[in-house]
């Protein structure tokens, strides 16, 4: 058996032709096909904007900036997520505070409560992730939110194409609760760009302050402008319009563009998503069925058939005592599984920045030490499915639960 990672690009034909037909184009960078891209996207997650950027991490530090983040200010987060989304608050110069999770990874909401309840309207903004594909719990967050003024950027990275159903629905990064999202193209992700990512908002302020600031701050619009006409071309009296070649550039912005090349291959993979999205349900509910009662295997929502269909399992995560051996065993027989995440508040960054430690997320540490991301791909084929199932069976059959 070739080997398994726990997650894979999926390229097909059509990707190919569509980078092909970008490079063989005038536009390499900033042409037709991001407008194109980011309309696509905005419409499948069923957001107002989108602006497309140069990764996830750039969409997090740009809608910091464009919400308003200054220095000193704090923000909460999960520490079971990628550096990012803390990072981002610590380039705006802005404390990070970790809350919480629960069984499945998530911040708890009453635990954000009590940092707010801490620290107050210092607390500028909340950025939860959804977790493995999973949408936080944005509803309660949004209350305490509102409470106190803070915005909510959510971190949508592992769940494009993601809801909740029942009373409080929502689709993940639909602009309707977090005032904007994000998105990654990594290519472990559901879209793959190489690199890649986009913001997704409601709010047209947020939307315009997102596009100059990606590139440099700069405007074009000379709606805008704030310099006089004469000052553009001595030759021209304020009355008259700007020169063609004019722009302005209003504030420090950076150069987070996507290129078109990328953008053309995120357009052409957004055409399978839903189809991907369908089969990684498929490999959940495989999961489930044939890993449930399997050792001490603790499986994500194996008992809410409603939770399996609104995931986005970018990621599927048990929960084992025996993480590091069975991790060890999976390896030894070529399959790559993962760990997501070592908690980001005890990377030593973090540590030495905040002084944060062991215990301050105890059930996050806990999960940390239990879980692993199994094989999650929409290429997986059934053998490989049955090969890493009947591995995972194989470890528990020598590796009693006890021992
Ligand atoms: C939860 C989360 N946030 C942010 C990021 C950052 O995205 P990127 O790698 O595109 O910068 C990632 C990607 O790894 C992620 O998984």
Redesign the pocket.
């Known amino acids: 058996m070739n080997p398994i990672p726990y997650g894979r690009q999926d390229i097909r034909p059509d990707d190919l032709q569509a980078v092909l037909a970008s490079l063989q184009s005038d536009y390499l960078t900033q042409g037709p096909k991001i407008a194109e891209f980011e309309t696509a996207f905005a419409q499948y997650i069923g957001a107002p904007y989108a602006v497309a950027v140069a990764?996830?991490?750039a969409a997090?530090h740009l809608s910091v900036l464009a919400l308003g983040l200054n220095p000193g200010d704090y923000v909460v987060t999960s520490p079971l997520?990628?550096a990012?989304?803390g990072n981002c608050a610590l380039y705006a110069g802005a404390h990070v505070l970790f809350a919480e999770t629960d069984a499945y990874g998530s911040i708890r909401p009453d635990a954000v409560q009590a940092l707010f309840d801490q620290y107050g309207s210092k607390i500028k903004g909340i950025i939860p992730?959804d977790f493995a594909g999973r949408p936080a719990d944005l509803p309660a967050l949004k209350k305490i939110a509102n409470a106190y003024g803070a915005w909510m950027l959510e971190?949508a990275?592992?769940a494009p194409g993601a809801q909740r159903s029942g009373d409080s629905k929502f689709r993940c990064g639909d602009g309707s609760l977090a005032d904007a999202a994000i998105f990654?193209f990594?290519p472990v992700k559901h879209i793959a760009c190489g690199?890649g990512?986009m913001i997704t908002t409601s709010n047209p302020e947020v939307h315009q302050r997102l596009l100059v600031l990606r590139t440099h701050g700069i405007t074009r619009d000379q709606h805008r402008f704030t310099n006089p006409a004469s000052l553009a071309d001595s030759s021209l009296s304020d009355s008259d319009p700007y020169p063609l070649w004019y722009m302005e550039m209003q504030e420090l912005g950076y150069n987070y563009r996507l290129t078109d090349m990328q953008a053309a291959l995120g357009l052409s993979q957004l055409n399978r998503a839903e189809e991907n999205l369908i089969r990684r349900k498929e490999i959940a509910r495989f999961y489930h069925a044939a890993l449930s009662g399997v050792g001490d295997l603790q499986l994500p929502h194996a008992d809410s058939p409603s939770e399996t269909e609104d995931h986005a399992w970018h990621l599927y995560v048990v929960r084992t005592q025996k993480r590091k051996a069975l991790y060890d065993y999976l390896r030894e027989h070529h399959i790559f599984a993962q760990v997501h995440y070592f908690p980001l508040h005890l990377m030593p960054h973090y540590r030495t920045s905040f002084g944060y430690g062991p215990g301050l997320c105890p059930q996050a540490e806990r999960f940390y030490s239990e879980c692993l991301s199994i094989p999650m791909y929409p290429s997986l084929s059934q053998e490989q499915l049955s090969y890493v199932v009947d591995a995972i069976r194989a470890f528990f059959d020598q590796t009693p639960t006890n021992s």
């Open positions: 990764n996830g991490t997090l997520t990628f990012a989304s992730v971190d990275c592992h990654s990594h690199e990512g």
